[in-house]
Nanobody
Framework: RLMEPGGGSVQAGGSMRLTCEFSGHRPNRAKWTCMGWFRQAPGKSREGISFIDLDGPRYGDSVKGRFAVSRDDTKNLLTLQMNNLKSEDTATYYC???????????????????????WGQGTPVSVSP
């Protein structure tokens, strides 16, 4: 189960942090699971933007250098720090966790989300010029 408080509006160049609280993993097993963030802008298909597993964080080209993903498995938190936001970052953002346990793969950045079974409810982010 994933829950995402946060989101909102910000001006271009600003920052925002999204958090996702996850639960339901077996004790000490969450770290073995790829988790990450997708987003979907109006009229566009879903895009994978950032993922994290035991090998570390990975980013899509559209957010690389501006966004940072982290996780605290002791607190069951997944975080996305978004800096230097642009109007094209306006979208609904979803946290997600794959099942079964496993690493993150490159095709996730193309929006291939079939490995992800657990989803947050989505949080809207609006970036004004």
């Amino acid at each position: 189960r994933l829950m995402e408080p946060g989101g909102g509006s910000v001006q271009a160049g600003g920052s925002m942090r999204l958090t996702c609280e996850f639960s339901g993993h077996r004790p000490n097993r969450a770290k073995w699971t790829c988790m990450g963030w997708f987003r979907q802008a109006p009229g566009k298909s879903r895009e994978g933007i950032s993922f994290i597993d035991l090998d570390g964080p990975r980013y899509g080209d559209s957010v690389k250098g501006r966004f940072a993903v982290s996780r605290d498995d002791t607190k069951n938190l997944l975080t996305l720090q978004m800096n230097n936001l642009k109007s094209e970052d306006t979208a609904t953002y979803y946290c997600a966790s794959r099942e079964p346990e496993g690493y993150c793969y490159g095709w996730y950045f193309k929006g291939d989300d079939k490995d992800f079974v657990h989803w947050g409810q989505g949080t809207p982010v609006s970036v004004s010029p």
